[in-house]
């Protein structure tokens, strides 16, 4: 190992911590050393031997020159899309993966343009400022912005990409923290969404991307008190009204449904609007067109009917999946800008980090499938002009808008 072991950053070690679910502790036990030596480590206060710094890489299944890198600037504090049972050890980890997922698209970015930003402006700086009716107007202008008009919304992972968020989703193990929005400090202010894929439903995806929109649009400005409940909470029924809206657009869903409203009439539009029957009650009791009683014996027989979790045709929607960060590794590896082998080491993470976090086919790095054209490459100057002749040229980069598809 060429590179001194002072290079270590305990920042990274702190974060590659966390994104593994791993104690100090438990990484002092993998690498063979005191727990206090992985905590003096972490504070900066002393560093591995080469050959413990090593073992720290493979235990962590990280490039070592990733742990001596630079560390980026922190996402800003996000907001997260829980349950109740949500651990701090989950958040944590989510957050850092979230960070991880930062740094890929930072990365990346050196070679391409990602589509430019298009959400809604809003300056809210406190929740209780947001009226129920400014929760319908963003989600409006937002469909206006994205040119969704008032239909159904074929494929939203596609519109949100378009409009310039970055999304990542995988499997986190973490099924009690469902998703959470920040924006990036390292990509010039783009917002982050990041979404569990863990319980593989269409339908609570799809509705999560809705709710981080929403958090994106509406609290863009409003200070994040984790410790505030009540505040956390009008946060969170603001981001479930805005993603009812922007999903179930009052005027035209409201017209689809037949009165009076029961379950079986409710299912039949499920497939047609992408949402839940849960999803579209809820919207319906916000509208008027159910009252307080009316809902709670509508949820009563659902839950006597199917369970409190689980619908019929839960399987009909297929999860949507990111594109924007795969497509971009396919255009650079089409135009050998990457070759396949080198993507992982440019980005520092395992393959299997790259494979969830890219969302590319499990067998990317072991069988390349067909590289689907999206974009072209950045421009830079040419060699005449930098006065390098042996500098190889590079030409401009813009990822293409995504074509739009319908669900099957």
């Known amino acids: 190992m060429t590179m001194g072991i002072r290079d270590l950053q305990p920042a990274r070690l702190e974060q590659a911590l966390a994104a593994r679910s791993l104690t100090k502790g438990q990484l002092a036990s993998l690498v063979g050393v005191s727990a206090s030596t992985v905590t003096k480590w972490c504070k900066g206060d002393q560093s591995p031997e080469a050959e413990t710094f090593e073992r720290i890489a493979s235990v962590l299944n990280l490039q070592a020159e990733w742990l001596t890198r630079p560390v980026l ?80 919304v074929q494929d939203l992972m596609l519109a949100a990409e378009g409009a310039g968020i970055i999304v990542f989703r995988e499997e986190t193990d973490v099924a009690v923290v469902e998703g959470l929005s920040s924006w990036s400090r390292e990509l010039e202010g783009r917002p982050l969404v990041h979404l569990s894929a863990d319980k593989a439903n269409g339908f609570r995806s799809r509705f999560d991307l809705a709710h981080e929109i929403g958090h994106l649009i509406l609290h863009k400005h409003v200070e994040q008190r984790v410790d505030d409940k009540v505040r956390y909470n009008l946060m969170e029924r603001q981001a479930h ?127 390349p499938g067909r590289v689907v054209e999206l974009a072209t490459l950045r421009s830079a100057r040419t060699p005449s002009e930098t006065g390098d002749e042996s500098a190889p040229s590079m030409r401009a980069a813009a990822v293409l808008a995504f074509e739009a598809g319908r669900r099957r």
């Not at 990365?107 to 402006?121: Q, S, W």
């Not at 129920?132 to 202008?141: P, T």
């Not at 017209?255 to 809820?282: E, F, H, T, Y």
Request: net charge neutral; proline share 6%.
């Open 73 to 152: 600037k922190a996402i800003a504090t996000p907001l997260y899309r829980k349950n109740s049972s949500a651990l701090k050890a989950g958040l944590a980890k989510l957050g850092a993966r979230t960070e991880w997922g930062q740094e890929v698209a930072t990365r990346l970015a050196e070679h391409v343009d990602y589509p430019d930003l298009n959400l809604p402006e809003r300056s809210f700086t406190e929740p209780d400022q947001i009226r129920k009716s400014d929760i319908e107007e963003a989600a409006e202008e937002c469909r206006d912005l994205w040119q969704l008009g008032r239909a159904p």
């Open 241 to 367: 009204q805005f993603a009812g809206a922007l999903l179930l657009p009052a005027q035209t869903f409201a017209n689809d449904v037949r009165v009076p409203i029961n379950l079986d009439n409710l299912l039949s539009l499920k497939q047609r609007w992408g949402a839940s029957v849960g999803a579209m009650l809820m919207r319906l009791h916000f509208l008027g067109l159910l009252n307080d009683d009316e809902k709670l014996v509508l949820f009563k027989r659902r839950s006597a009917r199917w369970g409190a979790k689980a619908e019929p045709g839960d399987d009909g929607w297929v999860p949507e999946r990111p594109r924007l960060l795969k497509r971009t590794v396919d255009l650079l590896v089409r135009e050998s800008v990457l070759p396949v082998d080198r993507v992982a080491p440019f980005l520092g993470f395992s393959t299997n980090d790259v494979v969830q976090l890219c969302g590319l086919e499990a067998t990317y790095f072991s069988a």
